[in-house]
T-cell receptor, first 115, second 112 residues
Framework: GAVVSQHPSRVICKSGTSVKIECRSLDFQATTMFWYRQFPKQSLMLMATSNEGSKATYEQGVEKDKFLINHASLTLSTLTVTSAHPEDSSFYIC???????????FGEGSRLTVL | KQEVTQIPAALSVPEGENLVLNCSFTDSAIYNLQWFRQDPGKGLTSLLLIQSSQREQTSGRLNASLDKSSGRSTLYIAASQPGDSATYLCAVRNSGYSTLTFGKGTMLLVSP
């Protein structure tokens, strides 16, 4: 199946710093990518839809100034958590879809810990 | 608004048993349905994709069925193995442009 890669897989940072997470579709182009957040023992919560060449669409309750999304190319979307605080500690996962089948593939996830 | 429910929330079985995981969704106008596996602290692995026009898909020991009219899907796992232990997530997509709506998952434990 198609491959979606996320980097870094784990990051620890101090409160107040910004962290960037990359999501790449390795063998297909994705005009749309999705960013999710997952709390322990909970299912995935959609944060935003990333659209190549245009602004991201954020779900209700997600601060767009806190979670900056950039989708500069058909294979790369980035999520930047700005001025991170301990409550931003979570597991962040991205996904990208193959246009011909509509199947969504997920990255390996990024564990963010804010001290 | 689409809602996805998975039953049971947790399941513990001895190795070798055949088992069924259930998924139901409220809006039958779906684009496709996917079953995923998630190991602790890991991302999601796509197991099976069923398009809205299909009734079932098979991959190895896994078989997923879809009954769109009743809003149900089942994932059948044959001859379960300890390596099958994971959380299984059902998710539906309502259009080719939307993302997936997830159920809360079934946590499966297969003991040797």
């Amino acid at each position: 199946g198609a491959v979606v890669s996320q980097h870094p897989s784990r990051v620890i940072c101090k409160s107040g710093t910004s962290v960037k997470i990359e999501c790449r579709s390795l063998d297909f182009q994705a005009t749309t990518m999705f960013w999710y957040r997952q709390f322990p023992k909970q299912s995935l919560m959609l944060m935003a839809t990333s659209n190549e060449g245009s602004k991201a669409t954020y779900e209700q309750g997600v601060e767009k100034d806190k979670f900056l999304i950039n989708h500069a190319s058909l294979t790369l979307s980035t999520l930047t958590v700005t001025s991170a605080h301990p409550e931003d500690s979570s597991f962040y996962i991205c996904s990208a879809g193959q246009a011909n089948t509509g199947e969504l593939f997920f990255g390996e996830g990024s564990r963010l810990t804010v001290l | 608004k689409q809602e996805v429910t998975q039953i049971p929330a947790a399941l513990s079985v001895p190795e070798g048993e055949n088992l069924v995981l259930n998924c139901s969704f409220t809006d039958s106008a779906i684009y496709n349905l996917q079953w995923f596996r998630q190991d602790p602290g890991k991302g999601l692995t796509s197991l099976l994709l069923i398009q809205s026009s299909q009734r079932e898909q098979t991959s190895g020991r896994l078989n997923a069925s879809l009954d769109k009219s009743s809003g149900r899907s089942t994932l059948y796992i044959a001859a379960s193995q300890p390596g099958d232990s994971a959380t299984y997530l059902c998710a539906v997509r309502n259009s080719g442009y939307s993302t997936l709506t997830f159920g809360k998952g079934t946590m499966l434990l297969v003991s040797p």
